[in-house]
């Protein structure tokens, strides 16, 4: 039986390297910085070029095709997943880290049907690093595969997370006490890359144990969902529940063991959904 998603792919493969190549392009140029909704969410002239390549270039391919894009919803596009083919893309993934030239910026792209992600890709695209994976056929970077550590011990982990200032003081604060929660159980260490995306791929590719977030976005999360599954990993909701894309929130780690001890250790706070209107 044919996969009727592999050419999908393939063409999105196609259009990520062109997009990848557009932002290496860039950052030897002055960078055009503006503000979204606060002073630390930046979006750059390149966000938008780069998500408007994608865009047209998949939807002149797919006509009937949905698409759920980070610069098209801060624009006022709604983002809604229903079972139709969708892609989900977040051109620039690590937009602070491509303010700074700091070396994590990638180009994200899941594609869904039915709600279920079919196959993700995440370009890092200074390191010049294509993690790629179909469902039910493995994870891989550069064509090589790649699984996760599946280590089981907390304490002998690396653990991500991403830390930044928050409006909010109670979740501020709240964030800052979970890193020192996680810190003292104790584990190797805490790392923040500045790339969801990326983050979700070391733990893919054994790089590091654990990835925890809350407060990020369907477009951060659905490249990297399927990458991290396919190198066997664990990806759930911050509850210990079951992961849910438009949620805002995860955890993914090389055991189910160490998903389900950070769970348990962090507190919660709310952080509204992609597909409703939410804090």
Same mark, same amino acid.
């Given at each position: 039986?044919?996969?009727?998603?592999?050419?999908?792919?393939?063409?999105?493969?196609?259009?990520?390297?062109?997009?990848?190549?557009?932002?290496?392009?860039?950052?030897?140029?002055?960078?055009?910085?503006?503000?979204?909704?606060?002073?630390?969410?930046?979006?750059?002239?390149?966000?938008?070029?780069?998500?408007?390549?994608?865009?047209?270039?998949?939807?002149?391919?797919?006509?009937?095709?949905?698409?759920?894009?980070?610069?098209?919803?801060?624009?006022?596009?709604?983002?809604?997943?229903?079972?139709?083919?969708?892609?989900?893309?977040?051109?620039?993934?690590?937009?602070?880290?491509?303010?700074?030239?700091?070396?994590?910026?990638?180009?994200?792209?899941?594609?869904?049907?039915?709600?279920?992600?079919?196959?993700?890709?995440?370009?890092?695209?200074?390191?010049?690093?294509?993690?790629?994976?179909?469902?039910?056929?493995?994870?891989?970077?550069?064509?090589?595969?790649?699984?996760?550590?599946?280590?089981?011990?907390?304490?002998?982990?690396?653990?991500?997370?991403?830390?930044?200032?928050?409006?909010? =003081?109670?979740?501020?604060? @709240?964030?800052?006490?979970?890193? /020192?929660? $996680?810190?003292?159980? %104790? +584990?190797?260490?805490?790392?923040?890359?500045?790339?969801?995306?990326?983050?979700?791929?070391?733990?893919?590719?054994?790089?590091?144990?654990?990835?925890?977030?809350?407060?990020?976005?369907?477009?951060?999360?659905?490249?990297?969902?399927?990458?991290?599954?396919?190198?066997?990993?664990?990806?759930?909701?911050?509850?210990?529940?079951?992961?849910?894309?438009?949620?805002?929130?995860?955890?993914? =780690?090389?055991?189910?063991? @160490?998903?389900?001890?950070?769970? /348990?250790? $962090?507190?919660?706070? %709310? +952080?509204?959904?992609?597909?409703?209107?939410?804090?």
């Amino acid at each position: 039986m044919s996969d009727p998603w592999q050419e999908c792919m393939d063409f999105c493969l196609d259009v990520t390297k062109r997009a990848g190549k557009m932002i290496r392009e860039a950052l030897q140029k002055d960078i055009t910085i503006m503000q979204k909704s606060s002073p630390v969410d930046l979006v750059t002239e390149t966000d938008q070029k780069v998500e408007q390549l994608i865009i047209s270039s998949l939807k002149e391919k797919y006509p009937t095709h949905r698409f759920i894009g980070e610069e098209s919803v801060a624009a006022g596009a709604p983002s809604v997943l229903t079972d139709d083919p969708t892609w989900i893309i977040d051109p620039i993934d690590g937009t602070t880290n491509f303010v700074h030239r700091f070396p994590f910026v990638s180009v994200s792209i899941g594609f869904t049907v039915k709600k279920e992600i079919e196959f993700g890709i995440v370009y890092s695209c200074i390191e010049d690093k294509m993690y790629t994976a179909r469902k039910g056929k493995g994870a891989f970077c550069n064509g090589n595969p790649i699984k996760v550590s599946g280590q089981k011990d907390i304490s002998e982990s690396l653990i991500l997370t991403e830390m930044g200032f928050k409006e909010d =003081a109670e979740h501020f604060n @709240i964030m800052l006490a979970n890193i /020192k929660t $996680i810190l003292t159980i %104790p +584990v190797h260490g805490i790392r923040s890359p500045g790339s969801a995306a990326v983050n979700m791929c070391l733990v893919a590719s054994g790089s590091a144990d654990a990835y925890y977030h809350m407060g990020i976005h369907c477009w951060d999360m659905a490249g990297g969902a399927a990458v991290v599954t396919e190198a066997g990993g664990v990806i759930m909701d911050v509850s210990g529940g079951p992961f849910d894309l438009m949620s805002r929130r995860l955890i993914v =780690a090389s055991s189910r063991t @160490i998903a389900e001890r950070i769970a /348990k250790e $962090i507190t919660e706070f %709310p +952080v509204g959904r992609d597909d409703t209107e939410g804090p």
